[in-house]
């Protein structure tokens, strides 16, 4: 599993669905871009995402618009929307928007839904090194619930995948470093799509270049967690994630249940961060234009829980419009290293809504984060024993949000905490 | 209701599909209906049914062929394919047909998809009496699992009630009798298409001719069975019935959850009889041209339960092909009698493999089926007060398909049966 | 099936459940009973119904409390327990209570859990008329999950027929008219326990004695129907049905659903009527001891859905304890003569939460249900062809519940209706 | 998570269930251990298992007796019957039994059912350490569907803990080494047994002996994935298996599921091997005494898959019946190396029938075990590039079943296989 060999930490970067939905602009991304190479690079934030629909000349919001006509080639791949990416005129492609990227030091990627387009099925396109066109290798029923653009395809067919390496070969020359594929970890008729993944697979393990894979959307299924690690390098754990508290709450037993699939080149994914300034031009999670619903506890919360965890972490927001709240979120070194460096997380118990988690970092670390997701105030502590800690060897507790040492080192530790609030601490142990 | 004014009894007649899948001809058609007119016609059959794919010029099995052009009017309704009609040249349609069919003194029938063409709406072709094309009344994403040529509708639209109204005032034109309506009663991912049923519905009575509503595949949900009943004439209680014993075995069950839902104009229905010569260009059903490859004693079985449950009876041989014991079958006037007149059909018990159904005639008769479904021979007893009948005032006990009058009469009924063979009695009581 | 005989109309009655949950008294089913001989009796409604638990010496309130000692006679049959019920002293059971109330002219009912006691069971007792004790006709994994007082019967043993035989006998002797058996439709782990059913049915009758079976709890399923109709007066559509709007606003589904399998002798039931004085000493429903806390517009709504639809009628509250309003939605004649005589209802139409319901009365009268089941006021309204009336022989239009008569019959009738709200009319047709 | 201490490879012995059913006694315990130790041990081999109804004196087969009286003392705890197990008299318990195993150099277990049993709570009988009666702790309605001996416990008291931690320091007492518990890891109407297992874990965690907790019966849901690893040491897979193709066939996807879940501590288990001579006392299966019905084939095939994934081992068969071939699958060295040493398993591919899997030994071997799981024969080849071995350093390739050396190394290996046949590999790579 030769891409276990990229994203050996979970992936961090920006991702153009919560505030722009399906109509991102080329200024957009580059504004960005150059907002996260000055602000966020040196914190090892690097990809810039460009979400769905970037075909599609005539976008408008995140609601989608059957039967519309999309950029397409020769080949029946799709190409960028020429009014809205004018870098790709003259068949460039994503090759100027890549190179722009990547010359602020980040990598670029690009959302795309599994299959072939629509139209190129109705008219019949041809398929790049082969003798049929593109309805001979569709599966005629096989349609997204929610995107009607693309029709699956079908694996028995040799030419499938050989469609599906010519878009890859055509991602590897416009210098895709990060492909987020949909309708694939979970479609609402037929649950994961395995042979499409797997020809996925195949197409970017021969295109040469080493793109990280991320499958959306969710719930993937543990029963395909093996396949799911064998094939991708991350995959999303829900259905779309908003700045709503039932689904942060929710994402606690999710994190618990997957905890065991985490590892270098294969992260569960807990779904974008909706922080900062969203919606712009997207009516998803039930809210227009606005700065998150989040409260400050709940947005420490999640950016603690995902750390934690070692879940991706996409930016949702647009960056440039980030306070100076929002923006501590994401450089707490502390929290960042312990995000890329920490290992062999786990829950260490749940009692209600009072909840414990644990890793380590790379310097016999142990960071400990105490949540109260409860509706009222309460009171949550560990015993060190539970964290398989010597109280006698802990040098210092930090707590890595507030920046602050504890005075004490007891045997247990006890957090009041304010509701949908949490603690995450750092134990420095001797040697 | 007023579709309730329509089959008041339950509806008898040929279908298509079991003989010649997607692939009927004019000229096989009118064999049929000259047979039925000539055989069957004073035995109450009298719809002729030209079943899937009549559009399709190049049509070849039962096997779909996705994307292939259909024939369509500048309406986006769907007309005969003139190679295999051909009298439907010159945008007459089915009405040659149709005529020539109740010249004969008989009734005729079509298949249709519910919604609309794949390929008017990639055209975006007109809706007649709107200004909207195909595609705005689509659901991009509602195709049949397992025939792709159409999009259902959407019926938040009114132009897609128009679109149904100008099918069915088309077909009135034709003069048909009898419309089977598919993938809609038991749609793979979605269930019952309810909002398409309705809209039929409306568009029959708008369209000012009587016709016969049936929906498929099933099984249709009992959960629905209001809502059906308040809709059309007949519903498939299974997915597609064929010449294996497990689907006639199984049938007995449905029947009996649906008993409570017959009635005039309403009728459960149990498929159509793979009886004689079929599969000629089929491949259904795991096997092709064919005698049927039930027993005698299952056709048997399979008629009698039909018949008492009051279950339309669409015959799919090629009709000029039956042997004497097939039409046998066809033409018994008591069966008939009993299938047309009878009420109150019930299973009286059930006791592992033995089954004994009962309903009344229109003359105090009482109609009793012993059926052994088990695949050993035994013995099938009821008591006369089971069937609530006052044994001193039985006239005389009749066996319908052997047409003997039993010597006896008991308290007791008993027949030993063979392995899936019945037997079916009728007595006479005194008033 | 003889049970058709019985209940010709839907019964109306007291229940004792949800004003005493599992703790009634004799002087509490006397009080209960001799105003509905007062009050109510001349208006059809007749029998008085003590709910679950008679056997019990301790119990408190609507929680059961396990392994407590229930009262038992020499062969594992309970009997009621004399602290609670004085006039069973000396082993007369029941006997002197229902000659109570059917010397008030009305009739007498019990309720029973399925199955044997589980105290039986573990102390062996006898079964009557067998050699076996209670623990060889035991199911020993069949204990309802909520109530684990018994153990369901095994109905591969003869024995456990005789068992049933013993109960029925005793309760014939006792002179009971009407029986509610729970955990026996919907049973949360296994669905409808089909085979009890028929045990029960069959000693009912065996006893001579035509006493209604009721079943619970709800949601039966309508894939049971014919099983249900076959065996029983009476089944449950839902689970427990308390005072809260959203059980009502879900019972129009319902009501629609089953509105195929109302006639005389099987009636869906919609449970009873929890208004009045309720929880007195029951904690169910989310509440304790109150008055309904269903608003009067909501209290008018489930009267008439249950009435149109003829649902039984059993009311939950202390009677004694009625106010005028509560006291009126029991002896509107007009209601209850559509309750006991009409037929034939049907839901007209449902837009979203505009609701038609209508049913024909003996003298061809036509009654109209409009209701508005969406939280805001809105106007709900019926042309007199979807109803199937000529607006030309419309002699009169009454309102039931305001007993006013409609000055004009126009071709649509239009109410504008408060939240929660409803109309219920009476047409009177020339003949 | 102090147990993944235990059980640090996947552990290996035998158990009585597939032999004895419910009724091995103290001799044929021995005589298995006898053997074991003798000819097993030094191969690994050794836990001795006692499986299910060890306190039930009168056990005649593999099928329950419900209400039968099982042996208890005084803290309402399950003992041997001395009938069976003559040195458990005086109330010693399995303690001589597990000394004479442990002076064999071997270690000892036994299964339980979880929770009380029926007869406690019915008498009401003490709980050491508490105040309380067994019917306090008991949830009245948690009993297993398949043996209806006790009653599941309620989590929610404290005392409920106190009655496990009893058993526990008894089973201390004993010696017990190993724990299966059954109906806790999928229970037919309540899935994995949660609490339960909580509180189990915590029981042994407080015995202050460590025992490898198994847990039973399967399909254990990847859903709980997380929790089984932080509770148990093992957990099964399936249903029980047994020697039937189909089982076996199956057990390939499962084992697939859960390849990411293996490791020292924590072993998902496909449950034990009927090999050699099973059913002596026992109905389940399909069959009773005979030899496996498995071919050598199918039973190298088994074990070539269990010992790859690192399922533990249990012998279901009479080990002293065993002849050479059913020993020689228990006693190669190679396959056992590979069993307790490899690590890293994963299925390299599946193509319909043909299974390629794949493990590392401690110095760099790779093995390659390469399945026919079709039903006639067929070619099965893996490129050493899908291995990540680099064909120029591979040193040998060992046939360890045949234990041959192949004389070639290719590129690709290349099985011809019968029908249910496997061919199991060893590579040496050079450093």
Redesign the interface.
Known sequence: MKHHSFALTPPKGWNSWDCYGATVTESEVKGNADYMAKHLKQHGWEYVVVDIQWSEAGAVSSAYR??VPLEMDGYSRLIPAVNRFPSAEGGKGFKPLADYVHNLGLKFGIHIMRGIP?QA??Q?TKIKGTDVGA?YI?K??S????N?DMYGLDHTKPEAQLYYDSLFELYAEWGVDFIKVDDIADSQ?YGAHIEEIKMIRKAIDRCGRPMVLSLSPGPA???D??VL??NANMWRMTNDFWDIWELLYDMFDRC??????IGPGHWPDADMLPLGHIGIRSVDGGASDRYTRFTRDEQITMMTLWSIFRSPLMFGGELRDNDDFTLSLLINEEVNKMHQEGHGA??VYRHEDRVVWQSYGPDQEVYVALFNIADHEQTVSVDLDQLGVDATKVESITDLWEKETLSNVDQTITSHLRPHACQLLKLVIKK
């Open positions: 059957p039967f629509r099925v109705h019949n309805r569709a005629p029923n349609i997204c619930a929610w009607t008729h299924s543990l029963n967690a093996a690690e064998e618990y249940r997957w905890s065991k699939n786990r829950q």
